[in-house]
């Protein structure tokens, strides 16, 4: 690729400086300058004649680059027609002066003005837009796009509320310092501040997202995580009413997370086979597990509730539960039958604004984790259990039985076997360290 020759770029800087270019952004200015000048060499055009810039966009378009970088685009070769081509010794003669004429007309009418890229108090409504539409589209979990929009309203509020498109590595790398210094994150809070700005720069802002110079990302510290004890668990779910008590017994029994269990259908539990299956588990990932035998009764005893609660929502013409994604557009009348009904459905149904129409939603997650809270603290269990605590200790448990790790991988749903070796920290090692022959086993 060309380089501006010193000269050039001597003369490109003043320009900036007196169109008022924020000295952070000028560096994209002669990044544009560069590709203009390169690309009418490339194709042997005069950099001077404005008409060749539509060519050089329609490149950038097909090149998927965003309205916002064309835009900005625009400006910095409009910079340049302005101030350098219409003095450039292109031709000593009366065509050339009207052609630089022309020229200068037609670009200071180009569709970007400066004054709307403000250094504060931008709207960024169409940031958070945006992210909403490239999180539904690569099927990320909900609670990612939660997540997220709060660690891009952060950076607004750290920003003043600059505008996107003038966001630059240099703001990624003070944003993250002052978490660090100032707030003194954890690790993984400081991980996952910096996964969103990835996620903004690449896939909303259309902006290439550089090595952070200066800023270390945080390294991950191994997390030992809390476990109870059998007679703990049997403490915390006595203390519990129902339903969060069965709830509570299926976190443990089965190693839910505590929205696998809450997302559970009636057509999950399969009683003949003793099977229950997790539909969309983290990760977008379906696992089948054992459903636990002293647990039958329970669960027989829940369907019929539902059963119960069904009959009466049909009675008063609800609309039905909430269905994933648009299958109910696809089986209009799923939504009202009985395999498609919440485990754990919700107390109250749920009006939906649009349509004027109430559908039953499942028992709300912090519902469960205020029981849960209330229950530890009733116990006096001195420990700080949650509701994945439970999953937690499912998984000790069985490592503690003598369970090979691989099936208890498979049995969480972990993609990385890295993940489930965390469990090895909680429960007491009986391995042998002692380095003894085989032949030698026979003389014990």
């Excluded at 055009?45 to 060749?52: F, M, T, W």
Aim: glycine share 2%.
């Amino acid at each position: 690729m060309l380089t501006i020759d010193s000269v050039l770029a001597k003369k490109y800087e003043i320009l900036l400086v007196q169109e008022g270019i924020p000295i952070n952004q000028r560096c994209y200015f002669y990044k544009w300058l560069r590709y203009y000048l390169d690309y009418c060499d490339k194709y042997q055009l005069e950099p001077s004649e404005q008409q060749n810039f539509s060519f050089f966009d329609k490149k950038l378009h097909s090149k998927n680059q965003s309205e916002a970088q064309r835009q900005q685009a625009k400006c910095a070769i409009a910079i340049y027609y302005r101030g350098i081509a219409s003095k450039q010794q292109i031709k000593e003669d009366t065509a050339a002066l009207n052609l630089r004429k022309t020229c200068h007309d037609n670009v200071s009418n180009l569709p970007l003005n400066l004054n709307t890229l403000k250094l504060t108090g931008a709207n960024w409504v169409w940031v958070y837009d945006s992210l909403s539409t490239a999180i539904k589209v690569r099927h990320y979990s909900p609670k990612t796009l939660q997540a997220y929009k709060v660690w891009i309203r952060k950076l607004q509020a750290f920003t003043k509320s600059k505008d996107a498109n003038l966001l630059t590595m240099d703001d990624v790398k003070h944003f993250l310092s002052y978490l660090a210094v100032e707030k003194k994150v954890a690790s993984s809070t400081q991980n996952q501040a910096f996964n969103a700005l990835l996620f903004l720069f690449k896939h909303v802002l259309n902006k290439e997202f550089e090595k952070v110079e200066g800023v270390v990302r945080a390294k991950r510290k191994t997390y030992i995580p809390v476990v109870l004890s059998r007679d703990e668990v049997n403490r915390v779910t006595c203390s519990l009413d129902y339903p969060y008590d069965l709830v509570t017994k299926l976190l443990y029994g089965c190693g839910l997370r505590l929205f696998e269990c809450l997302k559970l259908r009636i057509q999950d539990l399969n009683f003949d086979m003793k099977v229950l299956t997790i539909h969309d588990g983290k990760g977008q990932k379906d696992r089948t597990l054992p459903m636990p035998i002293i647990l039958l009764s329970e669960l027989k005893a829940q369907c019929a509730k539902v059963m119960q609660v069904h009959q009466e929502d049909l009675a008063t013409g609800y609309a039905g539960t909430f269905l994933p994604n648009a299958l109910g557009e696809k089986y209009r009348n799923a939504s009202k039958e009985l395999v498609w009904q919440w485990l754990f459905p919700a107390k109250t149904l749920t009006l939906i604004p649009e349509t004027k129409e109430y559908r039953r939603y499942h028992l709300h997650e912090s519902h469960v984790q205020k029981a849960i809270k209330q229950a530890v603290q009733k116990s006096q269990i001195l420990k700080r259990a949650s509701a994945h605590t439970f999953r937690h200790s499912f998984a000790s448990h069985l490592l503690q039985a003598n369970y090979d790790i691989r099936t208890i991988q498979e049995l969480l749903g972990h993609s990385d076997l890295k993940t489930t070796m965390i469990y090895t920290h909680t429960v007491q090692s009986v391995t042998i360290k002692q380095a003894k022959s085989p032949l030698d086993f026979d003389q014990e």
